[in-house]
């Protein structure tokens, strides 16, 4: 049944990419040149940090995919034609080269050229390295003994050449997609500086003094209402420059004249406008007063309605789940039972969740590596449910474990100890299965699909106390070790940016920064090792088949990151980017 | 008089220390912690502890609140980490859009309300004062953010009229004769509340004043009935609606909430409103203290003011 209800949302989910695309070919129409562009940002996700090296929590899609990367272009640029990999065109480097038996990594630049005329060279990249490496406490995406901890030499033969020497052999794919996808070349020649009026100099190759370089820079960062006037911030190698920005989040660009990448933008302005609620955002969409918006899902049924708009489901490249605590005082020794895991994992409808309260956008998650857009980084095993929803399977699992089933009610533990037919170590006798889950509020999915939830888990007698906080707090407590709950979801899940090797060494690994949960395994942690050394993906495969296995976490499903309304006149945004970055420069407007 | 301005300064500076000190405990005490909030969930335990060094936040409530009032002496409201700008440059962006959408939509209100109060007091219990009492009760007792939607739905959704949001941008667009459209329903949606508020104020005055001893002289003296209304009795009925205007004075600066976060209009009170949203403790103290002291000193001015066009209050030291 729920194989066929699958087949009825994928024929349903290709006649609306089949319409979408009709509705977004001009073949028939005239390209116009110019015209402005307006863009709508998600509710409260206003860009604020324009320095290419971001700091604190300044890290965020709205920053960097939406903002940060228009202007200034990472050394090696990921994403193309809506799927996730290296596009060697956008890149401001030749693909890079390994040698020495994968130790040493070699990039060309290719020869482009800053907005000022001046051309990005090694230098550049030698300044973005020589400012990491002093201060990378400050660096929001550092992990001790990654990037770029294991770069432990590097020589610029050239203006053009770079090459790191690296502290042992990795694979390429990781060191590609998730370590030298982080590097941003920045002018050199115009930010090398500690003071508004101090000279340019190489104040990058001290250490000490590339502390003040990077304080001046970040101090110049902290003033958004300066953004379009700070002459610091005009020299940009991308194929947008700021116009203006306020406050508030608005920011308005125009091309940079001298890109020097393959496509330049067309149109003559385009504008990013923020918006608190969904709703203020959708009033302006009922006027067309928007090119590139969105519909919230409580408000799907009128998308038929909206007659100037291409409806078109935008999917990240992420991962969900609602995260265990297995350091928790009381249910730590639960959830470190496997076939506690397990028996949850069972009584979690993902198909239900998707059909009845995602309204067929979303997808289902069974495993650490996203499963959509299709890539070959999904194993089959992951892609298909390890542990399918059934009350009967979770039952089966408890009372197989010495518990006591209370359908309805909470269970109980009757057999205590470590033996095979029992609750396992540490599981007292009449321990209950009761448990709080704290999620983020203000979205009516995540609280309707959690509402649910606790309704199947009670079919197998697992008490689910649910308590909703704003998402600050949830993550506070999902990462501050707090009782408030022993699961939380924060309604986001993960997104693999600008780390696109979902490799987890952030999440699952033991002692990972990001690993909240304190999940500890050994097996997955030499996994995890061998994604990142080795050039095969068949590495990442062994460690996604583990995890959807041994569930770090509980895994729910992907929501759509963005359920897209675009205006008919406007083309080249397809497809989008599941790294949610924009492509303004490929817009173009037609008259009708 | 100077005694008395002393004694009005003196308490107004408890009231405003008042705020502080209860504005602050109040935001300390909301679950959650900041500094994972803001640095998110990457951030390390020693980003999130050097975070808390760096801001005061791992002292004592009270040694907070001294360094907090520290700042505060040195002309400093603090620094929005989440909107990454000082809480002054907020300010100084976000009030003169503020500024424009309650001095426009005051204006207009004035404009509108007083001429009407004055036409209802002399027609009254006539058809037209009839009319105009129960317009203004119904738009008085209207929630802002119906009215608003109600407006959207008619002008921008339906017509397709006016944008259903207010200007974006900088502020040196606001004025600019292409945006203008974008402040009709903004303006339209105060204006209509407010003229409804102070023309009752004005007829309600100008019915009182109007059976006065020295309306009658005045008459008596063989004044025109167009000069009694006009040089007698509006300046006497005015005085409630200066004070209404000076009592107004805080809403320029926490900006008129539901009506900004219904239009997207990034003035003063949708800063406050992403602020509350976000648990962005800096600007949240910043707009209070700000709004405060803009309540004291409205007061203030318009007991002054009452004193200045009203012979008849005397103030005694």
Same mark, same amino acid.
């Given at each position: ?15 609306a ?19 402005t562009? *307006?863009?709508a ?12 090296l971001t ?9 960097l ?15 193309e ?9 956008l ?6 080269v ?17 907005s ?7 230098r ?5 390295m020589?400012?990491l490496?002093?201060n ?15 770069v ?5 033969p ?19 997609? %998730? ?8 002018p ?5 500086? *500690?003071t ?46 700021l ?5 508030d ?25 923020p ?10 969409i009922? *006027? ?16 038929n ?22 350091? %928790? ?38 495993g650490?590596?996203?499963?959509k ?12 449910n390890?542990y ?15 518990? *006591? ?5 909470v269970?109980?533990c ?18 209950k299965?009761?448990f ?5 509020s ?22 689910i ?8 707090t ?16 924060w ?6 940016a ?8 952030e999440?699952?690994?033991t002692g ?11 097996? %997955? ?6 994604t990142?050394?080795? %050039? ?10 583990f995890?959807?296995?041994d ?21 080249g945004?397809d ?6 970055q ?11 | ?23 602050f ?11 994972r ?7 390390s335990?020693d980003s999130i502890?050097?975070? $808390?060094h760096d ?10 609140y ?15 980490y989440?909107l ?19 001095g426009i939509?005051t204006?207009?209100?004035l ?45 921008a ?9 207010g200007?974006?941008?900088?502020i ?14 903004p ?7 407010t ?8 007829r309600?005055?100008?019915?009182d ?9 005045a008459?008596?003296?063989?004044v ?11 300046? $006497?009925?005015l ?10 004075l ?22 406050f ?21 803009a309540t ?14 009203d012979?008849?209050?005397r103030?005694?030291?």
């Open positions: 049944m729920r194989i066929s209800g699958l087949r009825v949302l994928a024929a349903v989910g290709l006649m990419l089949a319409l979408a695309a009709c509705g977004n070919n001009p073949t028939t129409q005239q390209k116009l040149s110019g015209g562009a *307006t863009w940002e998600a509710p409260n996700a206003k860009p604020n940090y324009i320095f290419p700091s604190g929590g300044f890290f965020s899609v709205a920053n995919s939406q903002f940060q990367y228009l202007m200034y272009r990472p050394l090696y640029w990921f994403g034609n809506g799927t996730v990999k290296l596009n060697s065109g890149s401001l480097a030749n693909d890079p390994y040698s020495d038996g994968g130790k040493t990594v070699t990039m060309k630049l290719k020869g482009w050229k800053w000022d005329g001046q051309p990005i060279t090694s550049d990249v030698e300044f973005w020589n400012l490496k002093a990378v406490g400050s660096w929001a995406a550092y992990v001790p003994k990654e990037f770029p901890d294991n432990v030499s590097m020589s610029f050239d203006s053009m050449t770079s090459v790191f020497t690296l502290d042992k052999t990795y694979g390429s794919l990781f060191f590609d997609y %998730n370590e030298l996808s982080q590097i941003s070349p920045l050199q020649h115009v930010w090398d500086k *500690t508004d009026g101090g000279t340019v100099g190489d104040f990058d190759r001290d250490p000490k003094q590339a502390v003040n370089v990077f304080k001046y820079l970040d101090g110049q960062s902290k003033s958004v209402g300066t953004y379009n006037s700070n002459p610091l911030w005009q020299v940009v190698d991308g194929p947008w420059k116009k203006s920005m306020t406050t989040g608005h920011v308005a660009m125009i091309p940079n004249p001298g890109y020097s990448g393959p496509v330049k933008p067309t149109i003559a302005e385009f504008d990013e406008q918006y608190t609620t969904d709703t203020a955002e959708f009033d302006v009922h *006027t067309a007063g928007i090119d590139y918006g969105y519909i919230p899902t409580q408000d799907l049924d009128q998308r309605s909206l007659t100037k708009y291409t409806f078109s489901p935008w999917i990240g490249w992420q991962i969900t789940y609602m995260q265990i605590n297995f350091g %928790n005082a009381t249910n730590g020794a639960l959830y470190k039972q496997l076939y506690m895991r397990q028996a949850m994992q069972h009584l979690v409808d993902q198909d239900g969740y998707i059909k009845n309260i995602f309204k067929g956008f979303a997808y289902p998650d069974y650490p590596v996203p499963i857009p299709a890539s070959n980084f999904a194993s089959a095993f992951e892609q298909k390890p399918p929803f059934g009350v009967n399977a979770a039952t089966k699992l408890l009372k197989d474990h010495g518990w *006591t089933v209370n359908a309805g009610g269970s109980t009757s057999s205590p100890g470590s033996g095979s037919n029992q609750c396992g170590d540490g599981v007292a006798s009449g321990a299965a009761s709080k889950l704290e999620y983020a203000g979205t009516l999915a995540v609280k309707q699909e959690m509402q649910a939830l606790k309704s199947d888990f009670s079919k197998a007698g697992l008490e106390n649910l308590s909703e906080a704003p998402f600050d949830v993550i506070t407590d999902a990462f501050g070790g707090s009782n408030v709950a022993d699961m939380d979801n309604g986001g899940g993960w997104i693999f600008p780390d696109y090797y979902p490799t987890g060494d999440i699952f690994s990972a920064g990001s690993n909240g949960g304190g999940y500890s395994n050994s097996t %997955n942690d030499s996994n995890t090792d061998a990142t050394t080795s %050039n095969d993906v068949k590495a990442l495969y062994t460690y996604q088949d995890l959807a296995k569930l770090p976490v509980i895994w729910i499903p992907v929501a759509d990151a963005v359920l897209a309304l675009v205006k008919k006149t406007l083309h945004w497809p989008q980017d599941p790294i949610l924009l492509y303004p420069e490929n817009w173009y407007f037609t008259a009708s | 008089m100077t005694g008395f301005l002393v004694r009005r300064l003196g308490q107004s500076f408890i009231v405003v220390v008042g705020v502080t000190i209860i504005t405990l109040l935001t300390r005490l909301l679950p959650g912690g900041v500094a909030a803001i640095l998110g969930p990457r951030a335990p502890a050097q975070f $808390n801001n005061g936040l791992d002292l004592a409530v009270p040694q907070q001294l360094f907090y009032v520290n700042q505060l002496v040195h002309g400093n409201l603090g620094f929005s989440r990454n700008e000082s809480v002054n440059g907020l300010l100084s962006d976000h009030l003169p859009k503020t500024v424009i959408l309650l939509s204006l207009i209100a404009g509108i309300a007083i001429p009407l109060g004055i036409m209802q007091a002399v027609r009254r219990n006539k058809i037209e004062d009839y009319t105009f009492t129960t317009l203004s009760f119904v738009l008085y007792s209207m929630p802002p953010f119906w009215l608003g939607l109600i407006l959207i739905i008619v002008f959704v339906n017509l397709q009229l006016l944008p259903p949001q200007p974006q941008g900088p040196s667009t606001y004025l600019d004769p292409t945006e203008l459209s974008a402040l009709v329903l303006v339209m949606s105060l204006a209509l509340v003229i409804a508020l102070f023309s009752r104020y004005m309600s005055s100008m019915l004043n109007l059976v006065q001893d020295y309306v009658r002289t008459r008596a003296k063989g025109s009935t167009r000069g009694v209304l006009y040089r007698h009795v509006l300046r $006497n009925a005085i409630p609606i200066v004070t209404l205007l000076g009592l107004s805080p809403g320029i600066f926490s900006g008129a909430l539901i009506t900004e976060a219904i239009y997207n209009y990034p003035g003063m009170g949708l800063l409103w992403d602020s509350a949203m976000t648990r962005d403790y800096p600007v949240l103290l910043g707009v209070t203290l700000v709004v405060a002291v004291v000193a409205g007061n203030l001015l318009a007991d002054v003011f009452y004193a200045v066009v012979p008849r209050v103030i005694t030291d």
